[in-house]
Nanobody, 124 residues
Framework: QVQLVESGGGLVQAGGSLRLSCAAS????????MAWFRQAPGKEREFVAR????????FYADSVKGRFAISRDNAKNTVYLQMNSLKPADTATYYCAADQRPSSGNSRGEYEYWGQGTQVTVAS
C-alpha cells in the first residue's frame, strides 16, 4: 500500500510560481511512475505531468509544457511539481498519483494510488 501526501498549494498572482511536493510511503518508490493531475471545478481530472521510474523520462501536458517541471528525489520518496509563469487557467486542485508500473501513461485510470489533493489558486 502506498500513501501520498501533497503540500505546497496556495494563492498566487498570475505570473508567479509555486512548488508542490508529494511525499510517498513505500520501499520501492524509485520504481514507480509518479504523476500529477489536476481538476478544476466542473471539469474532468486531467493529466499534468509524469515521471517514469527513477526519473529517467518526463512527460507534460501541452498546456503546461515549458512552464512546469516534475522532478523526484528517490532518497526522500518525494516528487515535486515546480510551476512557473502561472495563469488563472492553472487554478485547480492538484493531485499526486502513483503506479507500480515503471512507465505508466497519461490516463488517470492507470494510476492505483492518489493523494488527497492540494488547492492552487492563481489570481489575475
Amino acid at each position: 500500500q502506498v500513501q501520498l501526501v501533497e503540500s505546497g498549494g496556495g494563492l498566487v498572482q498570475a505570473g508567479g510560481s509555486l512548488r508542490l511536493s508529494c511525499a510517498a510511503s513505500g520501499r520501492t518508490f524509485s520504481s514507480y511512475t509518479m504523476a500529477w493531475f489536476r481538476q478544476a471545478p466542473g471539469k474532468e481530472r486531467e493529466f499534468v505531468a509524469r515521471s517514469t521510474w527513477g526519473g529517467v523520462r518526463t512527460f507534460y501536458a501541452d498546456s503546461v509544457k515549458g512552464r512546469f517541471a516534475i522532478s523526484r528525489d528517490n532518497a526522500k520518496n518525494t516528487v515535486y511539481l515546480q510551476m512557473n509563469s502561472l495563469k488563472p487557467a492553472d487554478t485547480a486542485t492538484y493531485y499526486c498519483a502513483a503506479d507500480q508500473r515503471p512507465s505508466s501513461g497519461n490516463s488517470r485510470g492507470e494510476y492505483e494510488y492518489w493523494g488527497q489533493g492540494t488547492q492552487v489558486t492563481v489570481a489575475s
